[in-house]
């Protein structure tokens, strides 16, 4: 009788210290834009989002007690990276999603490798993430560069936009940003034109809008970025450029820069984005269910992406049994991606997350019918289009 | 700002200055005690942004509060300095001390060339020069190749000290940090305490009777001004090391109006003033991140209350109460 109870009492505490051991404590760091540029693209937004993925994934009764912290890393790369560091020596932070800004961005990869915990991007379009300094710790989740040229470039040919001219912004991100979409475009059969560079940043768009005009292209492509692509799609408006017959391709640009910049001015325009809330009826629940919390807004792609990518974390924690980086980072790569918002989708070997990407065309005014109803889809691309093939990045850990 | 020693009789200013010294030499001890203990206290990480902040805030203080120069292209020295110290350790795999001087010959340089230039003018004209000369440097920094862009050099090798002793721990850097940020103060306290910083202080309270009493002003104003574009390089070179990126932030224009902020908010022309805008104005970019916006609204706010309410600054207004300069 003596020994059964003390059985007893010994399998009680052990059952005891297994459930102690189940409640996991996961701590979120959400670092993004809160106050310039991209604060309407990620900021709050993206806050709202993961913590509807962590509702949606009911992970208090799964066990795991999550906590979202979230900073403005003003897109500095010093402040972001001391933010990172912060979170990750001191507040026990154990993954940071988001980060918009390129140089941003690499500089949270760089941290997080040597801390060895978990980065998964969604905000910032830099190929080199998954490239020359992928890491084993970090992850992209939502779009990159090269997708949106191949989406842009590819997709604009086949429909038969195939002669381009490029206004490309004079700085790197401009030119490889050119450099990519012209690479597709001439693979798929188009010509260049020509293309014009300006200074960085450049306020009056005049003179290079009309040489773009002059050179006949079918397609003008705009390598460049935030305020840049913003006034040049304004003084492309005002100079009539879509409606004399040729196509305006944002390539690097977002729902939240259309929603700023208005029909009017915007219409016309061809984009690529992976995710655009009035897509299919999961998109839509989603979307309704964000737009309530954030007053109104529609969520952008990279909240999506903060959406899925947190989503998928919990699950990799989940079935991992632990939330050490080096396992749920092997889940995460082994486990299919399945979110309502992304659909199927998969993590590669140099961290890129591939997912069908989109084109739209922005509708005119009249065309649409509510807020927010901004684009029409022109074509899917698939997934395995979509992105940079594994072997071409130049990522250290494929060839391993 | 008078100091107190100015003030007094000559047998008076003597003891005086004595006194000063003793106090200042007090400080310092205090200064080496604190640097010793925080990082047991604070994160370490975040103390050598403040110190390295701090050294360029004392940089350019010199410059400004003893040269009476108000330079508005500081971060052009200490951008290009990080760009060149971070270049250097990364990608010809020189050891951190020496990128570090690396770093620091070029602000320097760079400030030896801008220098010339801008003294050739006065006041806005002044600020304007250095300013544009800075825009060049920025623009610069963008379209050569070797800044890698917006996005900056990033992953800079932390590196063995001396080729010996591994820097890759927070707290070991801190202390080399420490020591860097304490041997700059200590140039810069000898500089204003030289018969050279004399010299330089006349010529801010009065340049033509400087002149008139046989002065090269223009050679003392040059002078000053590559010292501080050389501890400026010192200050962002080391931060390149402890961050491990370079990137455009640091020579961006708007790190040189920071920089004011931080000396002005400390006390211009006080020895230890910079240091302690450095400190505050940090401590509220790292502390205050979660609030967003609110960061730089709550900048200017102060800003404008230390402009309105206490013009010497927080460690003027305190040495004006001890009746001591600080």
Redesign the interface.
């Known amino acids: 009788m003596k020994l059964k109870t003390m059985l007893l009492a010994t399998a009680l505490v052990g059952a005891l210290a297994g459930m102690a051991e189940a409640q996991t404590a996961v701590k979120i760091g959400v670092l993004n834009d809160?106050?310039g540029v991209y604060?309407d693209l990620s900021?709050?937004g993206s806050v709202i989002a993961a913590r509807m993925a962590i509702e949606d994934f009911k992970a208090a009764d799964r066990g795991l007690k999550v906590e979202v912290?979230?900073?403005?890393?003003?897109n500095?790369?010093?402040?972001g990276?001391?933010?990172a560091?912060?979170w990750y020596?001191?507040d026990g932070v154990d993954a940071i999603f988001d980060v918009p800004t390129?140089?941003v961005a690499?500089?949270v990869?760089?941290v997080t490798r040597e801390k060895n915990k978990i980065f998964i991007d969604s905000g910032a379009g830099?190929t080199?993430l998954t490239g020359p300094?992928c890491s084993p710790n970090t992850i992209h989740w939502t779009y990159d560069t090269y997708a949106l040229a191949k989406g842009t470039g590819g997709a604009m040919v086949k429909k038969g936009g195939d002669s381009w001219f490029f206004i490309t912004a004079?700085?790197?991100?401009g030119h490889s940003l050119e450099q990519n979409t012209a690479d597709v475009v001439k693979k798929a059969g188009g010509k260049v034109l020509g293309t014009i560079r300006h200074p960085?940043p450049g306020s009056d768009f005049s003179s290079f809008l009309l040489q773009a005009q002059a050179s006949k292209a079918k397609v003008i492509g705009l390598a460049n970025a935030g305020g840049d692509t913003i006034n040049t799609i304004k003084q492309a408006a005002e100079f009539g450029v879509t409606q004399g017959g040729q196509n305006l391709a944002g390539l690097l640009i977002f729902i939240t820069d259309v929603h700023a910049l208005g029909l009017k001015a915007a219409q016309g325009l061809v984009l690529t984005e992976s995710f655009y809330w009035d897509r299919d009826d999961a998109s839509r629940a989603f979307s309704k269910r964000f737009a309530e919390k954030s007053g109104g807004k529609m969520p952008s792609m990279v909240h999506a992406g903060v959406y899925s990518g947190v989503l998928h974390y919990l699950k990799a924690i989940e079935a991992a049994k632990s939330k050490d980086a080096g396992p749920v980072m092997a889940k995460m790569k082994e486990l299919p991606t399945d979110d309502p918002l992304f659909g199927k989708g998969q993590v590669r070997a140099d961290g890129r997350k591939i997912h069908d990407m989109y084109l739209f065309e922005v509708k005119k005014p009249e065309e649409s019918k509510a807020a927010w109803d901004y684009y029409k889809l022109l074509a899917t691309i698939p997934a395995a289009e979509a992105f940079r093939p594994l072997n071409e990045g130049g990522c250290p850990l494929v060839k391993g | 700002m008078a100091s107190v020693s100015e003030r007094l009789s000559v047998g008076g200013a003597r003891r005086e200055v004595v006194e000063t010294a003793a106090f200042h030499r007090a400080v310092f001890v205090w200064i080496a005690a604190l640097l010793l203990v925080a990082p047991f206290v604070l994160?370490p990480?975040?103390l050598m942004?403040v110190l390295c902040f701090a050294l360029f805030a004392c940089a350019f203080n010199l410059l400004l509060g003893y040269g009476g120069l108000l330079s508005f292209g500081h971060a052009a020295y200490f951008g290009i300095a990080s760009y060149v110290c971070a270049h250097a350790a990364k990608v010809w795999g020189l050891t951190p001390e020496v990128a570090i001087l690396a770093g620091t010959a070029t602000g320097g340089a760079l400030g030896l060339v801008f220098g010339w230039l801008a003294i050739k003018r006065q006041g806005i004209y002044f600020a304007m020069i250095t300013l544009a000369l800075a825009q060049m440097v920025f623009f610069f920094s963008?379209?050569a190749k070797f800044t890698?862009?917006?996005?900056?050099i990033?992953?800079v090798p932390r590196g063995r000290l001396l080729g010996i002793v591994s820097i890759a721990d927070?707290r070991v850097l801190y202390y080399i940090v420490a020591g860097i940020f304490l041997f700059g103060l200590l140039a810069i306290y000898r500089m204003i305490h030289s018969p050279f910083g004399q010299v330089l202080k006349a010529i801010r309270d009065n340049e033509p009777r400087a002149i008139s009493l046989g002065y090269r002003a223009n050679h003392y104003k040059l002078m000053v001004f590559v010292l501080s574009a050389t501890l400026a390089g010192l200050a962002g070179a080391t931060?390149a090391i402890v961050?491990?990126?370079a990137?455009?932030?640091?020579v961006h224009w708007s790190m040189s109006g920071e920089v004011v902020l931080m000396t002005l908010v400390g006390g211009m022309g006080t020895v230890f003033g910079p240091i302690v805008g450095a400190a505050v104005i940090v401590t509220m970019?790292?502390y205050l991140?979660?609030?967003?916006?609110?960061?730089?609204v709550v900048q200017g706010a102060i800003f404008v209350v230390c402009v309105l309410l206490f013009r010497e600054g927080i460690i003027g207004v305190l040495a004006r109460k001890l009746r001591k300069p600080l």
């Open positions: 809160r106050s604060a900021g709050e912290v979230s900073a403005d890393h003003q500095k790369p010093d402040i990276a001391s933010i560091r912060k020596d001191q390129s140089s690499l500089a990869n760089q830099s080199d300094q004079d700085y790197a991100f960085f | 994160y990480v975040f942004k963008l379209q890698g862009g917006e996005d900056g990033q992953a927070d931060k961050f491990q990126l990137s455009l932030t640091d970019q790292n991140a979660h609030l967003g916006a609110w960061v730089t």
